[in-house]
């Protein structure tokens, strides 16, 4: 037998007689055999392997053409489309038929959405849903988002720019840890602030520079050897405090023959006091802070402070002075003590274990 042709404008073959049986078209191929059959007993068109009806399907077509297919589907081409409905105003699906559970795959019409969820019925239990402006809303509930892949590397980018931050680091800012022990902050350590709508982080010494930042910086100075007559400045047998408990905060300024340095700039408060005795008559005695901006030359009078007394026999007396002293430069900025009477029987008490004749310096800020 050879080729069968039918010709004519609406040319048919009909398979069968109506009545309750099988029809096949058998293709008897020498290594396989394949059929397009009615399987009468289902009321499906199917196309199987071999040639038996019914047996290893691979597509079926049922009364209300609904496709079902045995085996893979595979699309080839350039541009391959696989369209699902017809523009009805119908949910379309594709359902994940799961031996314990179900999943879908579809649109769900009346909100005009891309859903995909949980089981085989549009619309019920959704988890991710896609709108017509491509918005993405995770469903309410007690669902998990988990990036798994992240971890400072990979994983959640915003903008294409990478979340390099934990999630443990961001639960600090939601007070998900409570307070672990405590750290010295230093100049380097950084804040996070809000600089004009801008989210930045900034070093703790600006913090310091804004607050003010406290006192950091305070230290004493004594005269340990008592000596008669004036001194401009007190050159010598100056010593930091070290008894009873003295402690310096942060660093002490220096000293080099009656000048003092400072460790640091900023605004420095200083404070000299001078006790005295007289063994004659007396009528006055000053004590002066002098202080230089340029490296030891021209020192002026910052402070003088007088006192006077009569007396003809030994008398004790004290005064004391202050100044506030901005400190622009540790290089050229210095401060010397000195005191005057008018009798040359005056002397100027000091002690190695006791603030008699002292300086005291305190650091109030940064300048």
């Known amino acids: 037998m050879g080729t069968v042709q039918i ?41 199987g392997l071999g040639s038996t009806v019914g047996s290893t399907p691979a597509i079926s077509i ?7 297919t045995y085996g893979d589907i595979t699309m080839t081409g350039t541009t391959p489309v696989l369209t699902i409905g017809d523009a009805g105003a119908e949910d379309t699906a594709i359902v994940f038929d799961g031996n314990a559970q179900d999943f879908y795959i ?3 019409d009346s909100a005009d959405d891309l859903v995909i969820g949980l089981g085989s019925t549009v619309g019920t239990t959704p988890a991710i849903s896609i709108n017509e402006d ?23 980018k915003l903008g294409g720019t990478l979340v390099t931050t934990t999630a443990a680091e961001l639960n600090l800012l939601d007070g998900d840890t ?25 070093p703790a010494s600006d913090i310091s520079t804004y607050a003010g930042g406290g006192i950091t910086d305070a230290c004493q100075w004594r005269l340990t050897t008592s000596f008669q007559g004036d001194a401009q400045p007190i050159d010598s047998n100056w010593e930091e405090v070290d008894t009873d408990g003295y402690g310096t905060l942060g660093s002490s300024v220096t000293e080099s023959s009656g000048i003092f340095t400072f460790p640091s700039t900023g605004y420095w408060w200083i404070q000299f006091t001078l006790v005295m005795y007289a063994e004659a008559d007396e009528n006055y005695h000053y004590i002066s ?7 030891w030359n021209s ?14 026999h030994t008398h004790y007396k004290s005064g004391t002075g202050s100044f506030l002293f901005d400190v622009t430069s540790t290089a050229n900025c210095q401060v010397m003590f000195g005191l005057g009477t008018d009798t040359t029987a005056s002397y100027t008490y000091g002690h190695n274990d006791i603030n008699k004749t002292h300086v005291t310096f305190i650091k109030l800020a940064d300048t």
Request: aromatic share 6%; glycine share 8%.
């Open 7 to 47: 010709d004519g404008s609406t040319p048919k073959i009909t398979v069968g007689n109506a009545t309750a049986e099988d029809a096949t078209i058998l293709f008897d191929g020498n290594a396989q055999d394949f059929y397009i059959a009615l399987d009468d007993s289902a009321d499906d068109l199917l196309i």
């Open 62 to 68: 049922d009364e209300n053409l609904a496709v079902k």
């Open 106 to 108: 579809a649109l769900d």
């Open 134 to 156: 491509r918005d993405v809303t995770i469903s309410d509930g007690a669902i998990d988002f988990d990036v798994a892949s992240h971890d400072g590397t990979n994983g959640l």
């Open 178 to 202: 409570s307070v672990g022990s405590s750290i010295t902050i230093a100049d380097a350590d950084g804040f996070v602030v809000n600089d004009g709508g801008t989210m930045k982080t900034i």
């Open 289 to 295: 802070i002098d202080t230089t901006t340029n490296n």
């Open 299 to 312: 020192f002026s009078a910052a402070a003088d402070i007088y006192t006077s007394t009569s007396s003809d």
